[in-house]
């Protein structure tokens, strides 16, 4: 699809191999152009709209001109041997340049619809834009005047070329290795390429999804956004006030995304997937490791930019958990499908150069230790918060507890019934938490190996745990995509959090211990907010606006402010309260006077909340009274089409008229009785009378 220069039209082209146009603003179409062969996927208007001509490309790679005054089309020009992918027309309106994935560009001269020169680009090009003729690109290579154009393609490189000499100008610098086998699409391939002259910007988008903005003059990075992460594999907080997150999904790169502004920056340096990553405590240095038997260090600078340090080499399967030290960066603990633990020292040298930002390219880490800890792979690893012990957990159903200047093994937790997916320390006691694939949590002391709790719920894996508010709570996260909120003290589970379709797989809460942030393998990433605090100050604002109110309502009907004391205990929505309103009024002389004004003065809202109340009260004999006092009051001031428009009323009279014709009967019993009474004392009394005449005879 394609709007015209003015936005008014718009052009759509198909797989029926037909273009239709289309008046925006009355919205009709007006133009049905058919003659070409194939889908049509490519549609673009000339962009002086005098002269009325849209092009279009369709699958025989011909680019046709439409006339839009005859709807014919008046030519083709033929060029390209491949699908043509954009068409740019140059500031005089007579050259246009099309690409092609046919690897070259051409420049078309539109007055003699003519071909005045190929452009061989090397790639298949899935865009060219080009330059605006104001403005100072000789940081890109453009020396002469002339027309330049940037072209987009399966390397994943944006070049500048120019047309007179049909020379590459100018190759953008990338983290990346750039493409060069014959091999076509790599994941870093670019689909899309724009300009936007308004913000001085060009806009990529790459076959991974991840929308790049570059500035137009330097083609240097200003923001880039992730479209699309696969399946997250793990999930950190970052930046000394974890104002970001760096995240492993299921590539070699990282994502290192801020917070704020999803601005994303792309780490280059693993070959294979990336599983697992740990974050040091002042949050600038996080470790990374991979299917490519290697860990990475990684430091963040005060600008945000992340560069990589050091490098590790050493297991002899892909490395699988990772977990750095607590206090200070000195060392960090890997374990691997290799069955063993390493522990990595770091060197001072490095975190100073790290710091002063002299490292060049990454150093090489050493391991210190090196002990086979399990049986199977080993899943987890942590270190605890004195940095004296470490803890693994594998898939042999054990967890075991090593010291870690050495190695040693000091105890195994025994217990699970099938694999553990995540051990974790205590940041308070001296307790351990695991996680199984029997679905159950399990707290272990740490002096005598001992089961101390087991926390059962989950119905599938549980794959991460964590203690957060300060150590009193347990959250968990399970392969059926549940989180769920643990108090230790009474072993319940409190809170159950339903955020993700998939296996959560990584699991972080901030330093203030306030937020969290989970990643599944649904590709999103979640972040959770604690609310306790807030809801408990809410509940009591509520609370005391309740006692407020309920002390203004007693206020108003002690001074006989009826209206308002209706007004509120509807606010307050309590039938109840209304009903005493209304008794009170009906106990006045005159109330009944007193309850029409006061009815007939309510909004309408109001009313149609008095008319729901008066359904409940109906349904009591001892409220029947009050309630049809309020409904003969509603009958004789509303006439029947305002009624009807209230809401409710159809389900309000199927309600009354049951019990409405109870109390009718009930109240025609007690006329005949009471009539039965009066008949009787009438009889006594004439009896009486005829007596008193006989004596007095």
Not at 283 to 300: N, Q
Request: proline letters at 2%.
């Amino acid at each position: 699809m394609a709007f015209d220069s003015t936005s008014t039209l718009l052009a759509s082209g198909g797989c029926d191999s037909t273009i239709k146009i289309w008046d925006m603003i009355k919205q009709y179409c007006t133009h049905n152009l058919k003659g070409s062969s194939g889908v049509v996927h490519l549609v673009e208007f000339h962009p002086d709209i005098s002269r009325l001509q849209l092009f279009s490309s369709s699958m025989d790679y011909k680019i046709r001109i439409w006339d839009l005054n005859t709807s014919k089309c008046i030519a083709a020009l033929d060029g390209h041997f491949s699908a043509v992918t954009s068409l740019a027309f140059a500031a005089d309106g007579n050259t246009l340049i099309s690409s092609g994935r046919d690897k070259i560009c051409m420049v078309w001269n539109l007055e003699t619809r003519e071909s005045k020169r190929t452009v061989p680009i090397y790639e298949s090009v899935e865009a060219a834009v080009l330059l605006p003729e104001k403005g100072d690109f000789s940081q890109l290579g453009v020396k002469k005047q002339g027309l330049h154009f940037l072209t987009a393609g399966s390397k994943g490189v944006l070049k500048i070329w120019e047309v007179a000499t049909a020379a590459c100008v100018y190759t953008q610098p990338v983290p990346f290795e750039p493409v060069e086998s014959k091999e076509e699409a790599s994941e870093h391939s670019l689909t899309q390429c724009m300009l936007v002259p308004e913000r001085n910007e060009i806009v990529t988008v790459s076959v991974e999804h991840n929308i790049v903005l570059y500035d137009t003059q330097t083609l240097q990075l200003r923001k880039q956004l992730a479209g699309y992460n696969d399946e997250v594999l793990d999930v950190k907080f970052l930046g000394p006030g974890d104002s970001h997150i760096v995240v492993a999904t299921n590539s070699p790169q990282l994502k290192v995304f801020e917070l704020a502004t999803s601005h994303c920056q792309i780490l280059y340096g693993h070959t294979e997937t990336v599983l697992a990553l740990d974050v040091f405590r002042k949050g600038l240095m996080f470790v990374s490791c991979s299917k490519d038997k290697s860990i990475r260090l990684w430091r963040m600078n005060k600008g945000g930019r992340v560069v990589c340090v050091a490098q590790g080499l050493g297991h002899a399967h892909g490395v699988g958990a990772v977990s750095c030290s607590r206090m200070k960066e000195s060392f960090v603990v890997t374990s691997s499908q290799d069955c063993t633990i390493k522990v990595w020292n770091i060197p001072e040298s490095l975190i100073s150069k790290a710091k002063a930002a002299l490292i060049s390219s990454p150093e090489t880490l050493h391991a210190q230790v090196t002990e086979r800890g399990h049986d199977k792979d080993i899943n987890s690893v942590a270190v605890s918060p004195n940095d004296k012990l470490i803890a693994t957990g594998s898939q042999d159903r054990l967890a075991k507890l090593w010291s870690c200047s050495d190695c040693s093994l000091l105890g195994v937790f025994t217990g699970h019934k099938r694999g553990i997916w995540c051990v974790q320390f205590s940041p308070v006691d001296q307790i351990l938490a695991t996680s199984s694939a029997d679905g159950t949590l399990k707290l272990w002391g740490l002096q005598d190996f001992s089961c101390l709790k087991t926390f059962e719920g989950h119905d599938a894996s549980v794959l991460k745990v964590i203690f957060v508010s300060r150590g009193t709570q347990l959250l968990s996260s399970g392969s059926d995509g549940l989180l769920k909120l643990w108090t230790i003290k009474t072993n319940e589970c409190v809170k159950t959090l339903d955020g993700h379709e998939d296996k959560i797989w990584g699991l972080h809460s901030n330093k203030q211990d306030d937020m969290v942030v989970t990643a599944s393998s649904d590709s999103s990433i979640t972040l959770w907010k604690d609310v306790t605090e807030i809801e408990q100050e809410e509940a009591q604002a509520k609370q005391e606006e309740q006692i407020m109110k309920e002390q203004e309502l007693s206020n108003l009907l002690h001074e006989k402010r009826y209206l308002k004391a209706l007004g509120l205990a509807i606010s307050l929505d309590r039938p109840h309260t209304v009903l005493t309103v209304v008794k009170a009024i009906l106990k006045e002389s005159d109330g009944r006077k007193h309850l029409e004004e006061n009815i007939a003065r309510l909004r309408k809202d109001q009313k149609e909340a008095v008319l729901a109340f008066l359904v409940t009260w109906n349904t009591n004999s001892r409220n029947c009274h009050e309630a049809q006092a309020v409904i003969e009051t509603l009958l004789k001031h509303e006439a029947p089409d305002s009624l009807l428009q209230y809401s409710g009323i159809k389900s309000a009279v199927e309600s009354l008229l049951p019990y409405t014709e109870r109390h009718f009967q009930r109240l025609s019993r007690l006329l005949q009785a009471s009539m039965f009474i009066d008949f009787m004392w009438q009889n006594m009394r004439l009896a009486d009378t005829s007596q008193q005449e006989d004596m007095t005879l």
